[in-house]
Structure formats: structure tokens, C-alpha cells
């Protein structure tokens, strides 16, 4: 700029001087020419003012020439018919008429007349100034040589020439000096937006000599402090938005028409098992999954939504709903990942529920419906088989309210809708009651129980610990061997009731041990069948120690027997 501005400061001072150089050449001339007009008309009147006509007028004429203009001077006398009378030039033709010289016509017409011509006498280009005389009987003519405006312009062209480049020499060095006085300032100005861009908003506002700079300086200043206070705001809002996406449960990947990724978020990046992959390139370079991949492409290409499921590098179940965004938006696709491995695997065991229940369910019922209709066939029966199909109906019965029982209390316990009373009530006294109620199988197997519960007075839900308790003892008694035992240890430390059962039973294999919590599932079916049971008893252990955020640690050898330890937070 400041060149740019030195040059059109030179242009302008050159075509300046030259204008002004030529209009003052022609002003000089101009003056000069009326200057020697007014001068000539002197003289012509002083001339007249001193001849006598009467006398020799070349004698006179010859006299006053050098002292009234000057030795180059010309004074001719004519008469009115245009004889010369006198002249001071020397080779005048007299018999030369003068009256059809122009500067002579106009004199006789209005009294005075001038022309500037080269004259047919001298054939130099003079001045002709011509006046009629005071005795109205003579013309008097003064002629000087003039060369014109022209001759003149070039008498004082080199004076001109030289004042020209002293005034154009200073002209540009004080453009120079005023270029750098306006350009300094605009510089640092530039410099200062210039920080602006590269986000320096900590330049103070300057003062400059000029106020039109001052108020471009000071507009960008102001405009930096705007900046500055837009750029935090949205360094906060997407702060704010890169907590949420982070923090989010699920993952979530944006990318463009392409399928170049623009934003991902911590859980998407894990999902994807993409690792430290920098932001912007293609989903290829996230994931090798195909239905990802081509998911993202149907989306954007089709316009419709796509969703599936697939299996994440570190095992989970991950739900992928791919959409497309709206037009106007530079996202092409939007991915939201959803783990739904707790989902899925509840799904995968209601339906397991659903259908080991119906399967437990169907043979109590079919037993019923079987002796119902061998009683209701008509055929004969002794008294005593009779008493047996209805003993058997009522077992097979009392089988199925209590399987029916553990399975509505599994489902309250699951959705939390069971609301029991609390109340007080005595341990050991419970324990006495469940061990009353096995006392036939314990009889029966002939086992040695030793129970170790001294009076422990505790605020609960009555039933629920009751369940618990007997749940797992029933179990220690039911899968124990012959002569075996079952010892029994209760204690309560604070809010915290501690349980401990330990058997000399079967055991349980190890690929088992992580499963008996599962409902209806049995490490031997054909034992299980063959002692009772539904299959639930551990199912709802574990559903109650949840309810009570405790902790359940079993401890089983095959063959050598089983431990269950309990602690539940009151």
C-alpha cells in the first residue's frame, strides 16, 4: 500500500507541475504580449506628443526611436492615403503603399489598431501597434520584433524546468514523509487484526495522529473484544457438549455425506475399539464391522433408518440405530450405540423363565389332568388306589402352588413392588421354626444339625428373612448325603446379619457354581425331580440378598459338600 500510495502521489505531483508549468508559460506570455501592447501604446502617444509634422519627420523619427522604445524598435509615418512619410528602418520602399495593413485599417476605422504578422519590409515577425495622429491628417505605426508566446515559453523553459524538479524532488519526498506517517499506523493497525486472527485478543487500544485511523483501531478493538467473548462462549458451550457427549451412556459418532466422522464421543470410541484413530477420517479406519460400515452408507444414500445389533470387540451386545440428518445440516449421519447386553440377557432369560416355568408347570398339570381322568373313566377301583390318584392330585397340586409362589414372589422381588411391614423379631426363634418344619427330611437322611444363633433381635421384613434362611437350609438338608450334617452360624454385628450354612452334601461341580442362582436350574435334574423342589429356591436367595445390597459367596467341592455364605445390611 504505502507504494502504491508513494506512486499516486509522484503521478499526481508530475501531472500537477506539467499542467502548472504549461498554464503559467502561457499566463507569462499572455501578460508579456498586453504588457508590450500597453508599453508600445505609450510610446505610440509620446511619438505623436513630439512631432512636428511640419518639420523633416525621418530626421525626428530617427532621433526619438532609440530614446522612447528602443534600437529595434520601428516608427513609420503614414499618411492617410498610405504613403510612407518617414521610417526609421533603412531599406523602406516609399513608394510601398501602407494602407491595407491590417494594424492600419483598424486604426483609420476605430483610431488605434494592433497586429502581430511578419513583416513583407524586415520579414521579421513583429508587433504593430498603429494609431491616427492628433492632427488627424497622419498615421503613426511602432513595431517591435516579437517571436510570440511560443519563444518566450522556451526563453524560460530551463528556469521552469529546473524550479519543476526542485518543487517535484521536495513533492515526493514529502509524499514519502506523509506516506509513512499514513501507512505506519494503518500497518500496526493490519498487524493488530492480524493478531485478532491468529485468537491474540490482548493488544491495548492505541491513540494514532490521525482520528480516521484511531477510529479503525479502535473498531477493531472493539470487534476483538467481541470475539474474544463469542470464542469463550463457545469454547464453554462445546466444553458443556463435549461433558455431555462424554458422560453420555451411550455412544454417539457424527459424520458427514462421505462418511468421514466429524465427532465421537469416549463410549463410541470404545464400542468401536477404535483406539487413538485422530478425528476426520472414514468410518473404515473406526471399525471393520460391515454392518456398521454399510449401515452408514444406507442411511445417508436411502434415507431411511438402520438399525441392528452386533457384538463389540470387548463382548458386549451393542444396539446401532443409524440415521440420517436433515438437509440443510453438514451432518450426513447420525449413530447412536446403545448396550443393550443387560437387555438382551434378561430377554434371553424371561424367555428361558417362561419356558422352563411352562415346562414345570406342565408336568404337575398333566399328572392332575392324568389321575382326574383315570377317576372320572368309570372303571372300577379299589378304595385304596382311589385314596392313592387323590393323594398324588393333591401332591402334584400342592407342587404347583408352590411353584406358582416362587415364581410371583421372584417377580415382585424383580420389579420391587412387594412392600412388607417391618418388625421385630427374634433369629434364633425363626431358625427353631424352619429346622421344626425339616425336622422329617433331617430325620429321615439322618442328619446331624448344629445350629449356632444366640438371641438376635433384629427389625425386619419377617417373611423375607424367613425365606431366605430356609431356602438355603432346606437346600443343605435336601442335598446332603445320608448320616451327613448341616451347620448352621448366625451373628449380627451392627446393621449387618451374617449367615453361614455348610453342608457335607454332593456338592456342586465348578462349570455349575455360576449358574445354581439361575432360575429352574438344576445340576442334577434327575436327583432334583426325584426330591422336589422347583428350582427357584437359590434363584430367590439371590433376588433377596440383592434386595438387601448384601453379598452371597458360595463355596462348593463335588462330592465333598457345599457352603453358602450370606451378609445382608439391615
Not at 524546468?161 to 493490519?190: C, D, G, W, Y
Not at 463435549?242 to 466422522?261: A, R
Not at 428350582?535 to 434386595?547: C, S
Request: proline share 3%; aromatic share 8%; hydrophobic share 40%.
Amino acid at each position: 500500500m504505502k507504494n502504491a500510495v508513494l506512486k499516486r502521489f509522484v503521478f499526481i505531483t508530475l501531472i500537477t507541475l506539467v499542467v502548472s508549468t504549461l498554464v503559467c508559460l502561457w499566463l507569462v506570455g499572455d501578460y508579456n504580449l498586453n504588457q508590450t501592447k500597453a508599453s508600445m501604446i505609450d510610446a505610440v502617444k509620446l511619438i505623436d506628443y513630439s512631432l512636428d509634422y511640419s518639420k523633416d519627420i525621418n530626421e525626428q523619427i530617427n532621433e526619438i526611436n532609440p530614446l522612447i522604445v528602443d534600437s529595434s524598435s520601428r516608427i513609420t509615418v503614414i499618411d492617410k492615403n498610405g504613403v510612407v512619410l518617414g521610417d526609421t528602418y533603412k531599406g523602406i520602399n516609399y513608394e510601398d503603399n501602407h494602407l491595407q495593413r491590417p494594424e492600419v485599417v483598424e486604426a483609420l476605422k476605430n483610431g488605434r489598431g494592433i497586429d502581430v504578422r511578419m513583416s513583407d519590409t524586415t520579414n521579421d515577425r513583429m508587433l504593430y501597434v498603429a494609431q491616427v495622429c492628433s492632427d488627424n491628417e497622419h498615421i503613426l505605426r511602432v513595431s517591435v520584433p516579437y517571436n510570440g508566446k511560443v519563444y518566450l515559453a522556451l526563453w524560460m523553459l530551463p528556469a521552469v524546468v529546473l524550479s519543476s524538479i526542485f518543487a517535484f524532488i521536495v513533492s515526493v519526498l514529502f509524499s514519502r514523509h506523509f506516506t509513512n506517517t499514513v501507512s505506519k499506523p494503518l500497518q500496526q493497525v493490519t498487524d493488530e487484526i492480524r493478531k485478532i486472527q491468529d485468537g491474540d485478543y490482548s493488544s491495548p487500544l492505541k491513540v494514532y495522529e490521525y482520528d480516521e485511523i484511531t477510529q479503525i483501531a479502535s473498531a477493531a478493538h472493539n470487534l476483538a473484544q467481541k470475539i474474544k467473548l463469542t470464542m469463550e462462549e463457545i469454547v464453554t458451550e462445546r466444553n458443556k457438549a463435549q461433558y455431555v457427549l462424554n458422560n453420555m451412556s451411550e455412544g454417539l459418532v457424527l459424520c458427514d455425506k462421505n462418511g468421514y466422522v466429524s465427532s465421537m464421543n469416549k463410549v463410541a470410541n470404545v464400542v468401536l475399539g477404535c483406539g487413538n484413530v485422530p478425528i476426520g477420517k472414514h468410518i473404515v479406519n473406526y471399525t471393520r464391522n460391515v454392518d456398521v460400515i454399510n449401515g452408514v452408507a444406507d442411511a445417508y444414500n436411502k434415507g431411511k433408518t438402520v438399525t441392528f445389533d452386533f457384538d463389540a470387540p470387548d463382548g458386549r451386545i451393542i444396539s446401532a440405530n443409524i440415521t440420517r440428518a436433515t438437509e440443510n445440516s453438514d451432518i450426513g449421519v447420525i449413530m447412536v450405540l446403545i448396550d443393550v447386553t443387560t437387555d438382551r440377557e434378561t430377554q434371553k432369560l424371561r424367555q428361558e423363565f417362561f419356558s422352563n416355568a411352562s415346562h414345570e408347570l406342565k408336568t404337575p398339570i398333566t399328572s392332575i389332568q392324568g389321575y382326574s381322568e383315570l377317576l372320572t373313566s368309570g372303571m372300577e377301583y379299589p378304595p385304596e388306589q382311589k385314596k392313592e390318584f387323590l393323594l398324588r392330585i393333591k401332591k402334584e397340586a400342592q407342587n404347583m402352588t408352590t411353584l406358582i409362589n416362587d415364581i410371583l414372589m421372584i417377580s415382585r422381588l424383580e420389579a420391587g413392588t412387594t412392600v412388607q411391614s417391618k418388625n421385630e423379631f427374634d433369629v434364633s426363634l425363626m431358625l427353631d421354626e424352619i429346622l421344626l418344619s425339616a425336622k422329617p427330611m433331617i430325620d429321615e437322611q439322618k442328619l446331624k444339625v448344629v445350629c449356632n444363633c444366640p438371641s438376635i433381635i433384629i427389625n425386619a421384613e419377617y417373611k423375607r428373612i424367613y425365606e431366605l434362611f430356609n431356602n438355603v437350609i432346606i437346600n443343605a438338608v435336601k442335598y446332603n448325603k445320608p448320616e451327613g450334617s448341616v451347620n448352621i452360624n448366625v451373628n449380627c454385628a451392627g446393621k449387618k446379619l451374617h449367615f453361614n450354612v455348610k453342608d457335607t452334601g454332593i456338592g456342586i461341580p465348578d462349570v455349575s457354581q455360576q449358574r445354581v442362582f439361575e432360575r429352574f436350574y438344576r445340576v442334577d435334574k434327575g436327583r432334583s425331580k426325584k426330591i422336589g423342589g422347583t428350582g427357584l429356591g437359590l434363584a430367590i436367595v439371590k433376588h433377596i440378598v440383592n434386595y438387601y445390597k448384601g453379598t452371597v459367596t458360595l463355596r462348593s467341592k463335588l462330592g465333598e459338600g457345599t457352603e453358602i455364605d450370606i451378609l445382608i445390611n439391615l
